[in-house]
C-alpha cells in the first residue's frame, strides 16, 4: 500500500458548496427569509460531488460527505464549518461556487475567513471564469486570492471534478485550474440533484432549474456567456432529462421548473426535449409548467412555440434589449430586429404563453426622455405583460468590458455593484444619478395598477395566478426593498455581525433600534402593496361560469330594489343559476342569511374595495368620539373577510 493510500484510509471528507450572496449598500449580505429561485450551480456542483462519491473515485477508505449552503437564504456557520476541520481523520473543503461580479467581493471575504481557518478553499464561476477569459494575465482581485492559497477554477468541470477532489484530498491543490479550452460535453453527464431540505428556503418549494443546454450563437458586446461556455451549443440528453423530471415529481413533487438555458431556442435537441416534456404531462399526467429564455427570433422556428406551449411552458423571457436600432446595432446585437416585436409577442401571446422581456438602459443613444418613450411602447405597442429592466453594466468576460479595460475608460471599481442596478458607468446622456432614477421610474410606471390590471385581465386563465404572483414579487424587490427582483426574496434578513469590511459592526442596541425603525416602514408599505393586489384581485379575477351565472341573478334581482338582499331572494338567485349550471352549490338558509348582510354579496356585485377606503379615509380625518362604533367593527370584519377571501384564492392556487 502506498504512503498516499495509506494517508486517504478512513479519512472522511467534507466538501462545503457555498453559493455566495453581494453586500447591499449598508454592508449587509443580502439574505432573505426565503428566497424565489433556488441556485442552478449548486445543485449541479452537488450533484457532481454525489456522482464522485457513488463511484470512489478518491479510493474505498475516503467517504465523501456533502453540504449544501446558500448564503442568500441562510447564515453561513463559518465557525462550525472551521471546528469540521479539526476532528481527527477529517478534512473540510470548502468550494465558493457560481460566484458571479457582485458576489466576488463577499466570495472573496468568505474565502479569507476560511483560509484564517486554516481549509482549503476553491472558487469558480462566471466571474473568475470570465476575468482570466478575455483579460491579458491575472487580475489584482484575483491574485490576491491565489496569494492565500485559493485554489481558482477557470471554466466547467463536468469532466474534471472528481481530478479536483482527488488533489485536494492528497493536498495537492494547484493555484489555477483551466479548462476553458476543453468545455466539458455535457450530453450525459449527471443532472442538477434537488435536495428536498434546501428548496423548504424558498417560497415555492416545487419549483427547481436545470440547464439544459449551454452556450449560445450571437455576438451581443455586453454578455459574457460566448465568452465563458462558447459560441458552440452543447446539450444535455432528452432522456436524461426525462429521467431526472419524473424522479423530481415522484420523489419531491416539482413540477415546475426554470430550464435556465441562456438561449433555450437554439439548442439543438428543443424538439426531442418538449417532445419528451409532452410525454410527461400527457401519458404519465405529470402537471409540468416552465420558464424558458429565447431570442427575438425564436417565433419563426417552425413549431418552436406551439410545442413548447404543449410542453407546458407558461412564460418566456425574451432578449429584448431596446426597442431602438441604433442601440442592438451598437450592442452587436444584429439578430434583433424592431420591426419583427410585435409579431414575436402575438405569436407567443397567441399561443397563450406570456412574455416577459429583458430590458436594458445606459446604451449609447438612451436619454431620460426615451427611456420613458420605451416603457410606454413596451405596454400600449408591445402589450408585453412582464419586463425586467437592467443598467447596462460592463460585466467582466464581455466584450464591452475588455474593450473599457484596453482603452482605459473609467467603471466602478466596486465589483459589488456589478448587478445591473448600480451606476457603474458613466454615461454622457445622462447626469450622475440620472440614469438610476430613469431606471427606478422605469419600473414604477411599467408596474402601475392601470397596467397590471389590464395584463390580468387579458390573462390566460391558467397563467393568471403565476404572473399575479409575479407582480407582487417584483413590485415588493423593485419598489419596496430597493432592489431586483431577481435578487430579492421575500423578507429581509440583516445579520448584525456579518457585515462588509469597512462597515462598523454595531451595537445590538443601536441595531434593534435601527431595525425596528426599518421594520415600521416596511409594515406600512406591505400594507399598502396586499390593499393594491387584493383591489387588483378583485378587479381581474377570473370567475368561474357559475359564478358570473350568480352574479346575473343577483344583479337581475337588485334592479328593482335600492337595498340588500334578503336571504330568501339570494336563495332564488341561487336556484336560478343553478338551472344553467348544476355545479354550484345552494348553501344552507343560515349561510344565505349570513351573506345577506351583505359582506361577501357586495363585493362580488361591486368588483371593488373603494367603498371601504373611502370609509377608512373618512374614519382617519374623523375624531374619535365621532366614529359610530357599529360602522367600524362592520367595515373591519368585511375587510378582514374580503382580505381572507383574497388569501385564500391565493394559496389555492
Ligand atoms: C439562471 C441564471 C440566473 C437566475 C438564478 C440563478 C439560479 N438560481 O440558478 C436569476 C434569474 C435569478 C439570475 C439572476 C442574476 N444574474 Co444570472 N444567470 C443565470 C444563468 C442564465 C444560468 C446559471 C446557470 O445555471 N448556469 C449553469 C451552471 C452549471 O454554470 P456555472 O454557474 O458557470 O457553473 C459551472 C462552472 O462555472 C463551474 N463552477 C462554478 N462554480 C464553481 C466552483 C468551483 C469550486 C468549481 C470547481 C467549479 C465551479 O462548474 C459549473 C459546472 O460546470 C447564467 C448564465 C449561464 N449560462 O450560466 C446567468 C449569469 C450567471 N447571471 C448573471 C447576472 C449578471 C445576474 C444578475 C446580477 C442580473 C440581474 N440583475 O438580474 C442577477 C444576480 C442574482 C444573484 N445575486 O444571484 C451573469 C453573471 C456575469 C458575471 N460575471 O457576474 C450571467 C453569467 C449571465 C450574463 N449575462 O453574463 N441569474
Ligand atoms: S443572445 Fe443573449 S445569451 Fe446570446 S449572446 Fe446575446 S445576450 Fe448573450
Known sequence: MSNTTLALKMKKIKIVLIKPSKYDDEGYVIRHFRGVLPSNTLACLSSLTKNVADRGLLGPETALEIELLDDTVQKIPVKRIIKSNRLPFRRTIVALVGVQSNQFPRASDLAKKFRAGGLQVLIGGFHVTGMLALSKGI??????????GVTVVKGEVEETWGGILRDAAEDKLKPL????GCKPDIYSQPLPRVERKYLKRFII???????????CPFNCSFCSIINVQGKEMRVRSPQRLAESIRNNYHEHRLYFYFFTDDNFARNRCWKEVFEMLIRLREEENIPLQFMIQVDTQSHKIPGFVQMAARAGCTQVFIGMESINPQNLKAAGKTQNNVQDYKDLISTWHNAKIATHV???????????????????????????????????????GSRDHARMVQNGEAMSPDLNEYDSFHETIRHP?????ELFASYQKAWEEFYSYDYMREVLNRANPENYWNIFCD?????????????????????????????????????????LFRRSRELRRLAGSWMSLALEMEELWLQTRKRSDAEKRLLAEIKKLRSGVNRNLRSAELQLAHVRARLHCPELHVPSKPALAFRALNFRMAKRLTYTRADLRLFWKKAGSKKLFLLHPHKVVLNLFRDVQLFVMFIRDMAKA
Not at 487580475?139 to 492565500?148: F, M, T, V, Y
Not at 411602447?377 to 453594466?393: I, Y
Open 205 to 215: 418549494s416545487n419549483f427547481g432549474t436545470i440547464d439544459c443546454s449551454r452556450g
Open 139 to 148: 487580475s489584482p482581485e484575483i491574485q490576491a486570492l491565489i496569494d492565500i
Open 358 to 396: 429583458a430590458y436594458i438602459f445606459g446604451f449609447p443613444f438612451d436619454t431620460p426622455e426615451s427611456i420613458r418613450e420605451d416603457v410606454r411602447r413596451l405596454q400600449n405597442e408591445l402589450g408585453v405583460e412582464q419586463a425586467s429592466f437592467f443598467m447596462l453594466t460592463p460585466i467582466p
Open 177 to 180: 485550474y483551466d479548462f476553458l
Open 429 to 433: 446622456n445622462f447626469a450622475p444619478g
Open 471 to 511: 407582480f407582487l414579487w417584483y413590485k415588493n424587490s423593485a419598489l419596496i426593498e430597493g432592489g431586483h427582483p431577481m435578487i430579492h426574496g421575500f423578507f429581509r434578513l440583516k445579520d448584525r455581525t456579518d457585515r462588509r469590511p469597512g462597515f462598523a459592526v454595531q451595537s445590538r442596541l443601536t441595531h
